[in-house]
């Protein structure tokens, strides 16, 4: 196939070009989903709603975690197999993601319906946000499966290094989003409900267009005949998507206690944390598009034992995740007050929010690195490492990093505490990949 070739031959700006750019293109879409429901209620000038957003953030992020778990794990699995010229694993693989989703997505389903009065006093919810919160939980919770089935299939395809249909998929349920947004909460006046459900209804549209390409793949499976829960299938697809997942749902958790510190500061303090950490979401993303991309090529290669190459690709890929988050850094910091001023027109949200941006950028330059250290060893099957590699930065590290700094510099701490565990994560990252380099090289 051509693009096998691709991933065994192709050069570094053609995998950037055939895979990343694509996979990007999908990141965007997804911060366009987040940033569409904080753009449309914080324009409309209520920051107890932009606060209520903010606050509901971990439960969609814990959402995303199974999809991730489901997703990254199919899409790894798929991608060694086909290194290895396995392709009847491929469709079991394939199939086993579609059908866990569906199930993980149920589950999720009733755990965020019944635990609702736990969900609102655990997220830090007061007597200001409580209602808004929980109307934008029930509506995310009714739509959890379909959530999760188009976060999975959407990565799952990409190990083939065919990217189009899970962007054009992506794409449309964005635009749509977009579209509903507007209409639901400025039309219809349904506020937070209104951007939960505009979410959702671009998901169910995103999973229906990626139903459609996997159908049409031979070397994917959509039949409940090549389901299996054996574990050889199950383990190996859960295994190598732990990592990503964990990571997921360990920020969400981390998100929680950020946003229940942050609350003691006042709700403008919430909502001006929610404008400026779109920020220090997109940046992050884009070098995760980057990474993402290339992770089928990285798993091939390695499946194949071609070190000499999936070196140039793991230290070519890395210099270009650097030299992205540094420009883009640049550029977010020079006009950090119109991207702030974009979402709010509140004063008080303004001016906090622009203090809150330059904590987030500090370090997102060093993140380029980290991003890349976590998908090669995710990428080479090294679960243990990929674990604790995602693991750090998203609460291993920050969460004491984040007590300590609160207690000592009370909300500038909490500001500049990812910047400091950024930089931390990424030096035991780095100790962590030349480890299982050596390894690799002497194996």
């Given amino acids: 196939m051509k ?105 999720l389903t009733a755990l965020i319906l019944a635990g609702m009065p736990f969900l609102l006093k655990l997220l830090g919810t007061n007597g200001e946000t409580a209602g808004y919160t929980a109307e934008y939980l029930r509506i995310l919770g009714f739509g959890a499966p379909f959530l999760v089935m188009s976060g999975a299939l959407g990565n ?19 635009v749509l989003n977009i579209l509903l947004d507007p209409l639901f909460i400025a039309v219809f006046h349904w506020g937070c409900g209104g951007a939960a459900l505009a979410t959702v209804i671009g998901n169910i549209v995103s999973l229906l267009l990626l139903l459609r390409t996997v159908s049409k793949k031979d070397c994917f499976s959509l039949s409940p005949r090549d389901f299996t829960l054996h574990t050889s299938v199950s383990l190996r697809v859960l295994g190598l998507g732990l990592p990503m997942a964990a990571s997921t749902l360990l920020m969400s958790f981390s998100s929680t206690i950020s946003n229940r510190l942050t609350v003691s500061y006042g709700n403008v303090a919430v909502a001006a944390r929610s404008v400026a950490g779109k920020s220090a979401m997109l ?39 650097v030299a992205v988050a540094a420009l883009l850094s640049a550029a977010f910091f020079l006009f950090r007050e119109q991207f702030v001023s974009a979402f709010s027109p509140d004063p008080e949200i303004i001016a906090l929010g622009r203090y809150m941006m330059l904590g987030t950028l500090l370090a997102v330059p060093v993140e380029g690195v980290y991003q890349m250290c976590s998908t090669y060893l995710q990428a080479t099957g090294k679960v243990a490492y990929a674990t604790l ?50 390894r690799i090289a002497d194996s």
Avoid at 285 to 313: N, T
Avoid at 401 to 422: P, R, Y
């Fill in 3 to 107: 693009n096998e070739k691709l991933m065994q031959e192709g050069s570094i700006a053609q995998l950037l070009v055939k895979m990343s750019l694509p996979v990007i293109l999908i990141m965007m879409v997804t911060v366009l989903y987040n940033m569409a429901d904080v753009f449309f209620i914080g324009r409309s000038g209520d920051r107890f709603q932009l606060a209520a957003i903010s606050l509901a953030g971990p439960v969609f992020s814990a959402v995303s975690a199974f999809n991730t778990l489901i997703g990254f794990g199919g899409c790894t699995a798929c991608s060694i197999a086909l290194g290895e010229g396995r392709h009847d694993l491929v469709r079991k693989y394939s199939a086993f993601v579609l059908y866990a989703a569906l199930g993980l997505g149920l589950m």
């Fill in 389 to 438: 590699t995602s693991l750090m930065q998203k609460g291993l590290v920050l969460l004491p990093v984040l007590t300590v700094m609160e207690k000592l510099f009370g909300l500038k701490g909490i500001v500049f505490a990812n910047a400091v565990t950024t930089v931390i994560s990424t030096a035991i990252a780095l100790l962590l990949c030349r480890s299982w380099s050596r």
């Fill in 156 to 174: 799952t395809v990409r190990a083939e290094g065919e990217v189009k249909g899970a962007m054009l998929a992506s794409l449309t349920g964005t």
């Fill in 283 to 321: 940046i992050p993303m884009v070098v995760m598009g980057i990474c993402m991309g290339v992770q089928p090529a990285i798993s091939y290669v390695y499946g194949r034992r071609d070190l000499a190459r999936l070196r140039r690709i793991v230290l070519g890929i890395g210099g270009v995740c």
